[in-house]
């Protein structure tokens, strides 16, 4: 397919994905501010069976809500998301527990997938995040020689990380999270399971925020 095509068809995706979130928020608020007495049994909501074991996470193992990412660390919407991500954590703080999959596309963002596997060099020294973050934070610049100066920029002892990039250590990991990611249907970046509840694209804090409160709203 085409790398034009690609985009456009990604860039349709997200928007209807976008649509539906925002539609679900809309009907959230008419919910709260209206009186409405339900007599039916609700059918139970879908939530997707995520494998996460082993994948880098942050927060509180045991928190009432597990977000799992699907990102791609060439991709400009999951760059855009880090600032909503970080102001989840603060505004719930130990209530998420954040994990981390890859999902490089090849087809778009040949890079990405290399990125992916030096992050998890970088997560056998214990600095996974710093890592994550730092890539963003220099992205699109994820190229070879990038990668190595990053590390060295985080901390990392570089020779060791050179030894475990060289080697493909991580090879297999980053692929198992791309058939994962295949298994449950996702098709773009950035992608998330909040609590198993598909939500995709780069959306607004505050859908994420209302579904966050309403699985919060659940376990009390």
């Known amino acids: 397919m085409d790398p034009k095509e690609s985009r ?3 860039r349709e995706f997200l928007r209807n994905r976008k649509i539906e979130a925002q539609k679900a928020l809309y009907l959230k608020s008419l919910r709260s501010n209206s009186r409405i007495e339900t007599y039916l049994k609700l059918p139970p909501l879908f939530r997707a069976e995520v494998p996460i074991s082993g994948a880098p996470s942050k927060g509180p193992e045991y928190a009432p809500v597990t977000i799992v990412k699907f990102e ?3 991709c400009p919407f999951c760059k855009e998301f880090q600032p909503t991500v970080k102001e ?3 505004r719930y703080n ?3 527990r954040l994990v981390h999959k890859d999902l490089p596309l090849d087809s778009i963002h040949p890079q990405a997938r290399r990125a992916a596997e030096a992050a998890r060099c970088a997560d056998e020294q214990g600095k996974f995040w710093s890592y994550h973050d730092i890539l963003y934070a220099n992205y699109p610049k994820v190229g070879e020689e990038n990668l ?3 590390a060295k920029e985080v901390g990392l002892d570089v020779n060791a990380f050179d030894r475990c990039l060289s080697s493909g250590k991580f090879k297999t990991t980053v692929q198992r999270d791309l058939i ?3 298994k449950l249907g996702v098709t773009g970046t950035p992608t998330f399971f909040i609590n198993g509840r598909e939500i995709s694209g780069n959306q607004d804090l505050e859908i994420f925020g209302a579904i966050i409160d309403e699985e919060l709203g659940r376990t009390r």
Do not use: P, R, T, V
């Open 148 to 150: 190595k100066n990053l």
């Open 72 to 74: 791609d660390f060439q």
């Open 88 to 90: 989840l954590l603060s």
């Open 8 to 10: 456009e068809q990604i």
């Open 180 to 182: 994962d990611g295949a």
């Open 94 to 96: 130990d209530k998420i």
